[in-house]
């Protein structure tokens, strides 16, 4: 046990995740926001309000990402206590504004009913609230990782992105809507990647600071994706 200890990387706080949090944090209001390219804009504001509702798409995988990143450095003792940690700081408050919204969409419907109860129970009584429930069967599913040599965390990356790339095309083959949709957002399989990515970044390099040659690969990467994107949007309609 104690090797294993020395093994993983420092606690010291990470003031980069900090910044990471409030960026997703503000992309989440702006994508449950109103987005239309209205007709009077410019060509230059149109352009950077596709590139804003494009990358605000991150924000949950950063907020996975930073999730499985810190797995890595989790100190529990026990699965029962990492359990109890867990449920104590991000359960609890989750639950008792999933209560707040039920209440709120309780009086707006002048009463319970099934249909609100029921959606609670799926943790959709607002839409946002779907990321508790992916997040828990991620850290459940991915505690026994923890203490998992790199080669593993890295093939279970490695499988966890086929996994989700070949599960969102079968969905773009499907009429998206109603429990479908519903348990869409739920499936674990579209998110592992990101959780497991994380965990996997901390092994490797145990902290956010990659160096010149991977920031500009990612960058690259990031100029691909958008021209893809702008291509997809103009030809086929952008998603709103």
């Known amino acids: 046990m104690g090797n294993k200890e020395a093994a993983r990387p420092g606690l010291a706080r990470l003031p980069e995740f900090d910044i990471l949090r409030g960026v997703a944090i503000l992309a989440v209001l702006y994508l449950h926001s109103y987005f239309r390219t209205w007709p009077e804009v410019t060509e230059g504001e149109r352009l950077a309000l596709l590139i804003t509702h494009l990358f605000a798409h991150s924000a949950v995988p950063v907020f996975l990402f930073i999730s499985g990143f810190l797995l890595a450095r989790d100190r529990s003792p026990s699965f029962f206590a990492f359990v109890a940690g867990r449920l104590r700081r991000v359960a609890l408050p ?20 099934c249909a609100l109860l029921r959606r609670f129970v799926l943790f959709d009584i607002e839409g946002q609230f779907y990321f508790l429930i992916v997040l828990a069967m991620l850290m459940a599913g991915a505690y026994p990782l923890r203490d998992a040599s790199t080669k593993t965390v890295a093939i279970v990356t490695g499988v966890a992105f086929v996994a989700g790339l070949g599960a969102i095309a079968w969905y773009e083959q499907q009429v998206i809507g109603g429990d479908l949709a519903v ?43 958008f021209a893809v994107y702008l291509w997809q949007g103009e030809t086929r309609g952008y998603p709103t």
């Open 94 to 113: 989750g639950v008792v504004w999933m209560v707040v919204a039920l209440a709120y969409e309780a009086w707006r419907a002048d009463g319970l009913s």
């Open 183 to 225: 348990f869409a957002y739920r499936n674990p399989v579209i998110w592992a990647y990101f959780f497991a990515f994380g965990l996997l970044s901390n092994r490797v390099r145990g902290s956010v600071s990659w160096g010149r040659g991977i920031e500009a690969a990612a960058a690259t990467g990031m100029v691909a994706t």
